[in-house]
Structures are given as structure tokens and as C-alpha cells.
């Protein structure tokens, strides 16, 4: 059974986020004194009392206004409604009652979910209960004065919201794998996440830093379960304000750090910039599983060479991640975006794979009888005694070696070359150790790590 839903819904900038990172203990939503910040529908985790349930955030709600994103606010808005077993309507106690609030309040009353009433910005315990009074003309039923920044009354708050939602249900969890869909802005991202989940789950312009939050869906696929996390467009540092974009890049380059897999969404007309070496960098960095999606392949004038020159291209400037599998897709018509959950799936499982020491120490053993490692002008040469895997999620394996000096950077890369000949590895990036080791240690342990 899935967890319930309530929505979190009120006017611009009375603090809902604010709330949402009160009631889950974590500081994701982004919070930043400007209305229209939070955008996207986000969900969020939440228990109390014997409770788990799911607070879903939304814009802030404005009717009779289809200036910029609002009227695509107010879509989200209306289908977290839809979804919600119980609403929270948040309104600004410092304020007090406002027409936008009454407007807000008056469609709630023609809603089917049941709604509590939170007043925000109510830090003062002696004014706070003076401040909620004002609400009851609103026609929701008591008004809980709470301060989202402080903590204080949000206790009163749940104990009323409870009261709706279905009792905790035992389920069996299965493990899920975690996608987060990275690129530069308006390279798609948010039209893939919809396209994955059949639905307008994120909002889709062509205004790039449309997405600011990460918002996570949780799809299944038979009998897999994938949390898909959209990020925000992520552009050059230099180009980018203190403020709401700030954040939600930070939000992104998290999402990659508590991913297994990445999504790198490449713009097909605009090609392979510097920002989106970087983010592959920064990917590999992280030491992520990654699938390289070049999306709005629908849009490319073609010839039957186009996608041959397109792949020379990506060799010449993402070489460094030749590992990766890549797949050409529209998300807009849907071409080809049910085959990125196969990449996916095997990127997982190599991200995830051992490789006993046996089979890690014959690789070494051919790699090294075809190629030994070249001598210094000294004489002195590199030896490689034995290798282990120490840990996956990435593959990381450790080499153990009489000098890791004089093994130079062109004999690792034919090492670890090796390794993904030999072994596969595609889709992952995988670490080498290299660990120096004194010959009476090794003779030592090296028949024990051989029989591992």
C-alpha cells in the first residue's frame, strides 16, 4: 500500500516550505524570501505518533493571475489535490487574513479532502493564539498557531492531521534504485521524468531554471522499484545569483551524491558543451553508475551518417567516460525512454558487482605478462603483487604494490583498461587503491587473499 498523501497548499511565501522542512527534519525544500520559489510538486517523508505519510509541497497558489508559471502552479497544485487523503492550508499569521487567502479558502470548502487550518509566523506564545483568531472567518474549522521556524505548535498540528489518515499497513520493502536526471537547463529533464511516469509530474518551459527543487517520483517497472530524482538545470557557477537557482544546484549536485545511477540528459541540437564535461566530471568524481541520454533526437535534421559523426563527437569530448552506455531519445514523443530503464538496470547491477580475488588476480597476471611496467631511468621497476576488491557501489579494488611511485599514470590507466576488457564494468566508473606492500608482507597474505 502506498504511504498517504497531504498536500501542503496556501498563497505565495507564508512558508509552506518552511513547514515541510520542519515536519520531515530535513532542510530540502528550498526556503528563500521571494514568492514563486517551490514550483514542482515535491514529496517528502514524514512520521508521527504510530503515522508514516507522505507532505507534498506546491507553489504558491494565485487564481485569476496567468502571469508566467502560475496557471502551471495551479495544475500542480490542483493534481496534489487530487492525490492528497487530507490537506494542510498554510496562511501567514503576521499577515493576518488576506482576500487571496479567503479566495484560497473558499475553493478548499469545495474540495472532498478534509483540510486543517496552520497559521505560520506565530513566534510570539502570548500574540499567537490573538493571531490564529483572525483565521476562523476563513470557515475551515480551528485555526493552530504554529511558527514553522521555531517548531513550536507544530505538535498540536499533526495531532489534528492524524486524525484523518489510514493506520501504518506492514508491507514488504523491496529495494529500489535511485536515478537522479542531471544536464544543463532546458536539456529535457523534467519532459523525461514525465515521460517515465506517464504524467505532467514536473513542469515543463521552455524559460530555462524552470525546475529549482529536486523532486523525487517513485515509479515501478514489474518487479523493480526506481526513485527517479529531477534536478535543476545546472549552469557555470559564475553565471549563477545568490538565490532560489543557487540553491537548487546544490540540491542537484546532492542528488547525484545519494544516487546509484545518473541520468547525464545531453541537448541533441546544441551538442556536447564544456558544462556538460564538467557535470560528467563531477559524476565520475562521485563515483556514480551513469547512462548518457542525449535527448530531442526527434529534432535533428538526419542522414544516415548523422548519428555515426554524433558518437565521434562524444568520443572526442567525453572520452574520459567511454564506459557509459548511450541512447538517443525524444522525450517529448516518447521514442526510445522505456529502453533507459534497461541501461539503467545495468548500470545498477555492475555498480553493485564483486568480483572474487581469484579471478581479479588472473586478470592482473595476463594484463601484466603482456605488458610489464616500465622501468625507471634508475632501473628500479613497479611491481604488482596481488589485487582484492575492498567494495562496491562503485567496484573498488585494491592493488597491492611494492612502490605505487613507479607505477605512472599511463601503466593505471592500461590496468584499469584491462579490468573492464576482461571483467565489464560498463556503466560504472571503478577505483583502483594502490597500496605499497613490503614483499615479506606479502608473502604472507597473498595465498589467503587468493583463496578469498
Given at each position: 500500500?502506498?504511504?498517504?498523501?497531504?498536500?501542503?497548499?496556501?498563497?505565495?511565501?507564508?512558508?509552506?516550505s518552511?513547514?515541510?522542512?520542519?515536519?520531515?527534519g530535513?532542510?530540502?525544500?528550498?526556503?528563500?524570501?521571494?514568492?514563486?520559489?517551490?514550483?514542482?510538486?515535491?514529496?517528502?517523508?514524514?512520521?508521527?505518533?504510530?503515522?508514516?505519510?507522505?507532505?507534498?509541497d506546491?507553489?504558491?497558489?494565485?487564481?485569476?493571475?496567468?502571469?508566467?508559471?502560475?496557471?502551471?502552479?495551479?495544475?500542480?497544485?490542483?493534481?496534489?489535490?487530487?492525490?492528497?487523503?487530507?490537506?494542510?492550508?498554510?496562511?501567514?499569521?503576521?499577515?493576518?487574513?488576506?482576500?487571496?487567502?479567503?479566495?484560497?479558502a473558499?475553493?478548499?470548502?469545495?474540495?472532498?479532502?478534509p483540510?486543517?487550518?496552520?497559521?505560520n509566523?506565530?513566534e510570539?506564545?502570548?500574540?499567537?493564539?490573538?493571531?490564529?483568531?483572525?483565521?476562523?472567518?476563513?470557515?475551515?474549522?480551528?485555526?493552530?498557531?504554529?511558527?514553522?521556524?521555531h517548531?513550536s505548535?507544530?505538535?498540536?498540528?499533526?495531532?489534528?492531521?492524524?486524525?484523518?489518515?489510514?493506520?501504518?499497513i506492514?508491507?514488504?520493502?523491496?529495494?529500489?534504485?535511485?536515478v537522479?536526471?542531471?544536464?544543463?537547463?532546458?536539456?529535457?529533464?523534467?519532459?523525461?521524468?514525465?515521460?517515465?511516469?506517464?504524467?505532467?509530474?514536473?513542469?515543463?518551459?521552455?524559460?530555462?531554471?524552470?525546475t529549482?527543487d529536486t523532486?523525487?517520483?517513485?515509479?515501478?517497472?514489474?518487479?523493480?522499484?526506481?526513485?527517479?530524482?529531477?534536478?535543476?538545470?545546472?549552469?557555470?557557477?559564475?553565471n549563477?545569483?545568490?538565490?532560489p537557482?543557487?540553491?537548487?544546484?546544490?540540491?542537484?549536485f546532492?542528488?547525484?551524491?545519494?544516487?546509484?545511477?545518473?541520468?547525464?540528459?545531453?541537448?541533441?541540437?546544441?551538442?556536447?558543451?564544456?558544462?556538460?564535461?564538467?557535470?560528467?566530471?563531477?559524476?565520475?568524481?562521485?563515483?556514480?553508475?551513469?547512462?548518457?541520454v542525449?535527448?530531442?533526437?526527434?529534432?535533428?535534421?538526419?542522414?544516415?551518417?548523422?548519428?555515426?559523426?554524433?558518437?565521434?563527437?562524444?568520443?572526442q569530448?567525453?572520452?574520459?567516460?567511454d564506459?557509459?552506455?548511450?541512447?538517443?531519445?525524444?522525450?517529448?514523443?516518447?521514442?526510445?525512454?522505456?529502453?533507459?530503464?534497461?541501461?539503467?538496470?545495468?548500470?545498477?547491477?555492475?555498480?553493485?558487482?564483486?568480483?572474487?580475488?581469484?579471478?581479479?588476480?588472473?586478470?592482473?597476471e595476463?594484463?601484466?605478462?603482456?605488458?610489464?611496467?616500465?622501468?625507471?631511468?634508475?632501473?628500479?621497476?613497479g611491481?604488482?603483487?596481488?589485487g582484492?576488491?575492498?567494495?562496491?557501489?562503485?567496484?573498488?579494488?585494491?592493488?597491492?604494490?611494492?612502490d605505487?611511485?613507479?607505477?605512472?599514470?599511463?601503466?593505471?590507466?592500461?590496468?584499469e583498461?584491462?579490468?573492464?576488457?576482461?571483467?565489464?564494468?560498463?556503466?560504472?566508473?571503478?577505483?583502483?587503491?594502490?597500496?605499497?606492500?613490503?614483499?615479506?608482507?606479502?608473502?604472507?597474505?597473498?595465498?589467503?587473499?587468493?583463496r578469498?
Amino acid at each position: 500500500m502506498p504511504l498517504p498523501i497531504v498536500a501542503i497548499v496556501g498563497r505565495p511565501n507564508v512558508g509552506k516550505s518552511t513547514l515541510v522542512n520542519r515536519l520531515t527534519g530535513e532542510r530540502q525544500s528550498i526556503v528563500h524570501d521571494q514568492p514563486g520559489v517551490t514550483r514542482d510538486r515535491t514529496y517528502r517523508e514524514v512520521f508521527w505518533q504510530d503515522r508514516d505519510f507522505l507532505v507534498v509541497d506546491t507553489g504558491g497558489l494565485v487564481f485569476d493571475d496567468d502571469t508566467e508559471f502560475l496557471p502551471l502552479i495551479r495544475q500542480q497544485v490542483m493534481t496534489a489535490l487530487a492525490e492528497a487523503q487530507a490537506v494542510i492550508f498554510v496562511v501567514d499569521g503576521q499577515m493576518g487574513s488576506t482576500p487571496a487567502d479567503q479566495e484560497v479558502a473558499q475553493w478548499l470548502r469545495q474540495q472532498t479532502a478534509p483540510v486543517v487550518l496552520a497559521v505560520n509566523k506565530c513566534e510570539s506564545i502570548h500574540q499567537g493564539s490573538a493571531q490564529a483568531a483572525d483565521f476562523w472567518q476563513l470557515g475551515l474549522g480551528e485555526p493552530f498557531a504554529l511558527s514553522a521556524i521555531h517548531g513550536s505548535g507544530t505538535g498540536e498540528l499533526l495531532d489534528q492531521l492524524i486524525t484523518y489518515l489510514p493506520e501504518n499497513i506492514e508491507e514488504v520493502e523491496t529495494p529500489e534504485i535511485k536515478v537522479a536526471i542531471v544536464g544543463r537547463p532546458n536539456a529535457g529533464k523534467s519532459s523525461l521524468l514525465n515521460a517515465f511516469v506517464g504524467e505532467q509530474r514536473a513542469i515543463v518551459s521552455p524559460i530555462s531554471g524552470t525546475t529549482r527543487d529536486t523532486i523525487d517520483m517513485v515509479v515501478q517497472r514489474g518487479e523493480q522499484t526506481y526513485r527517479l530524482i529531477d534536478t535543476a538545470g545546472i549552469r557555470r557557477q559564475k553565471n549563477v545569483d545568490y538565490g532560489p537557482e543557487y540553491f537548487g544546484i546544490h540540491r542537484a549536485f546532492k542528488a547525484i551524491q545519494r544516487s546509484d545511477v545518473v541520468l547525464l540528459v545531453l541537448d541533441a541540437l546544441d551538442g556536447i558543451t564544456d558544462q556538460d564535461q564538467k557535470l560528467a566530471g563531477r559524476i565520475v568524481e562521485e563515483g556514480r553508475a551513469c547512462v548518457l541520454v542525449v535527448n530531442k533526437w526527434d529534432a535533428v535534421e538526419k542522414d544516415s551518417y548523422t548519428i555515426y559523426e554524433f558518437r565521434d563527437i562524444l568520443k572526442q569530448r567525453l572520452g574520459f567516460i567511454d564506459w557509459i552506455d548511450t541512447i538517443f531519445v525524444s522525450a517529448l514523443s516518447g521514442q526510445r525512454v522505456e529502453k533507459i530503464f534497461d541501461l539503467i538496470n545495468a548500470a545498477a547491477e555492475q555498480y553493485q558487482r564483486r568480483v572474487s580475488t581469484a579471478v581479479i588476480n588472473e586478470v592482473l597476471e595476463e594484463a601484466v605478462s603482456w605488458h610489464t611496467p616500465p622501468a625507471t631511468r634508475q632501473g628500479r621497476q613497479g611491481k604488482i603483487y596481488y589485487g582484492t576488491q575492498v567494495s562496491s557501489s562503485p567496484p573498488t579494488i585494491a592493488l597491492f604494490v611494492n612502490d605505487p611511485k613507479l607505477l605512472k599514470e599511463n601503466y593505471r590507466r592500461y590496468i584499469e583498461g584491462q579490468f573492464r576488457k576482461q571483467l565489464g564494468f560498463q556503466g560504472t566508473p571503478i577505483r583502483l587503491l594502490w597500496r605499497g606492500k613490503k614483499a615479506r608482507e606479502v608473502a604472507a597474505t597473498a595465498n589467503r587473499a587468493t583463496r578469498v
